[in-house]
């Protein structure tokens, strides 16, 4: 079976979505949710991975991370802790096969407004399944240590997410995000919303076709979706189809955007 190119645009945030094999809960268990963190601060140790944002869930992963010039740090890390993850899970098993689904999904942020709506989507993930009332009651995810950074064993950077935000300070950024999530939660606004994982890009029309341009030829054939509130850039679903299985789920493999990097994942 053919497989999708990965395409690479130089400095983009991207929020990456990733989920287990055939959707199947293998990260079930709180210990492998927390190794995957502790995997993910050795990617930040190794490669200089640039997080924003995260959420574990039991099937699947958020991460909301910044290229900053160097195209093999995102693959490379995300093959080191689906890899490991994977690698851990089969041994103590004693179980085959893929741990991970073929490939993960990758959206292009615009930064400002857009950025701060992703990350609050990723923030509200446990609370749209039922599984908690609140986000700081999800302990695999970012909403903590937004609202009260780290000292030691940092995964976000505080800087970056307060610069891509464009606040003048990181106690306004705590007090408006903190206020956003009461709002969503308050006003049942809560919603999936497949744009900040079916498209190819989400931001401004300014910012889509900025997209655009740095795709060349390869943005023949996405479609402009306009909305009120955002822009979004699409793949035809048709093409995908032939790769992956399609049906309505909360990460669909439509519409992936691409690294042409090779990224497999050990995991027998």
Known sequence: MAR?????????????????????FLLKFSKDRQRWLQWLYEAKKRYGLTILNYTVTSNHIHLLVVDDGDRDVIPKSIQLVAGRIGQEYNQRKKRKGAFWEDRYHATAIESGRHLLHCLIYIDLNMVRTGVVSHPSQWPFAGYNEIQAPKRKNILIDYEKLQKLLAVDSYDFL??????????????????QDN??????????????????LLLGTMAKGKKTIKAEDSCQLREPSPLYMAHFDTKNKDIEPDNTYYWDINNEYSTS
């Open 4 to 24: 999708a190119k990965r395409h690479y645009i130089p400095g983009q945030i991207w929020h990456l979505t990733h989920r287990c094999h055939k959707r199947e």
């Open 174 to 191: 705590k007090s408006y995000h903190r206020e956003l999530v009461e709002n969503h939660l308050n006003n049942d606004i809560n919603k």
């Open 195 to 212: 744009k900040w994982t079916k498209s190819v890009a989400v931001g401004s029309e300014e910012y889509i076709e900025k997209i655009r």
